[in-house]
């Protein structure tokens, strides 16, 4: 339960005022839209397809709504009370110290644990390229690389995300612009396929669909950090306002947009399809016949991961500057530079190259428990949003209702849908055993996680 009374170092207190505000409009437009345009769309979004057949369309197409929902809630929370705690001095704000260190910790351990992920990704790919190398060399040459980066002004990591937005959104609109005129016949060399490839809609049934939209959720992850960034820009309100207007409705085109033009041209069972070494891009215009189109979109699938690195360092040196900022974490996180937090960035990349070493030494049993532990953390973060958003949404129409800026649509009844959604994502986790461990292991780490966060809640109400 909420204290209506605020600690001393509570977000209502202690805005983050101290960092800089180097980020500009352009920045955070093209963060919001090419944060969430990943390798989980370029690469893992195959699984999807193989396991769902054509009807993956209709599992993006539901969990966009979800997202955008998701998107439109944190949207209106954050342009109400810019920080870069984002999410997670919402939740402080509206149920009480406890959730916001809850939600906090448990994405900060995400991001860390995704920036190891990401860098033996983009190894992977420049190992194929120049084979002989050692992964590890190419992970650490990435991660000093983009630790500088966010070490330095706020405005380096919003221009290294602006060129790795612009290439990414760039590629993929070439490829639906590429993919319509295949499915239509204008393009040279290529027949209308027609419907040949979509009779078969449910190959595998409900259970082959529940797999795709398991799986389509977790690839829109990534929107968090426009967020996260708009405290940091020249206009914070009117900044994360613009950009969640702008971004809900052109991710969702291009998600499943291309997700239908991919199950229209090429058969769904393809083998390539569900490789992980080409995935269901590549694997397209490898099918349409476009000469070094394929390896064209491995440097857009490098890029991606490169840019996730970027932004997943910046993201959990935030939030963990936040936490630390509303006295719930090591003070020396909260050290600032510049109007950096330099040791936050530098211990979130150390720990994220902690994992990629951990892959190596201990890849059957501590790295795929932490794998299995962040599972479902988007999940858990997502419905803090919701519950945040219903209880502070009444809190602001009664004490400063010119601060909503962005409205949640149909409130509260969306609100509520979104929840509704969730819990049967859950429910449908369960389902599954290869994502029941995720479940149970995330679901232990955030009960661990809210019982610390209560007691250090209790310690603080008593000293």
Known sequence: ?????????????????????????????????????????????????????PSIVVAYALSGLLVMLVMR??????????SSGS????????????AGFTAGWSFWVLLCTAVGLEGIGAAKIVQGWLPGTPQWMWVALFMLVFCGTNLAAVKNFGEFEFWFATLKVGAISLFLILGVLAIAGVLPGTDAPGTSNLTDFLPNGGNGLV????????????????????????????GVARAVRTAMFRIAVFYIGSMAVVVTLVPWDS??????????????????????????????????????????????????????????????????????????????????????????????????????????????????????????????????PEKLVVRMWAFPWLTWVALAGMVAIFALMAREPDTRVQLYSTGAMTLCLAAAGYGWQRLRARS
């Open 73 to 82: 809630m944190l949207g209106e929370m954050s342009a109400a009370y810019p």
């Open 1 to 53: 339960m909420p204290s209506s009374t605020p600690t001393k170092t509570s977000p209502q207190q202690r805005p983050d005022g101290s960092l800089s505000h180097g980020l500009k409009q352009r920045h955070l437009s093209m963060i919001a839209l090419g944060g969430v345009i990943g390798a989980g769309l370029f690469v893992g979004s195959g699984a999807g397809i193989a396991a769902a057949g």
């Open 87 to 98: 999410f997670s001095a919402h939740a402080e704000r509206a149920i009480g110290p406890w």
């Open 211 to 238: 797999i795709g939209l398991l799986a389509s959720v977790f690839a829109y992850g990534g929107l968090e950090t426009v967020t996260i960034a708009a405290a940091e820009s020249q206009d914070p309100v009117r």
């Open 271 to 400: 083998k390539d399809i569900a490789n992980q070494d080409k995935g269901p891009y590549v694997a397209t215009l490898d099918h349409l016949g476009i000469p070094g189109a394929g390896e064209l979109m491995h440097v857009i699938i490098l890029v991606a991961l490169l840019s996730a690195m970027n932004a997943n360092i910046y993201g959990a040196s935030r939030i963990g500057y936040s936490l630390v900022e509303r006295g719930q974490g090591p003070r020396v996180l909260a050290r600032l530079s510049g109007g950096v937090p330099r040791i936050a960035v530098m211990v979130s990349c150390v720990l994220g190259f902690v994992c990629v070493l951990l892959s190596y030494w201990r890849p059957d049993d501590i790295f795929k428990w932490l794998l299995n532990m962040i599972g479902a953390v988007i999940l858990v973060v997502w419905i803090f949003i919701a519950v945040s958003q219903l209880m502070l949404r009444r809190r602001i129409e009664r004490e400063a």
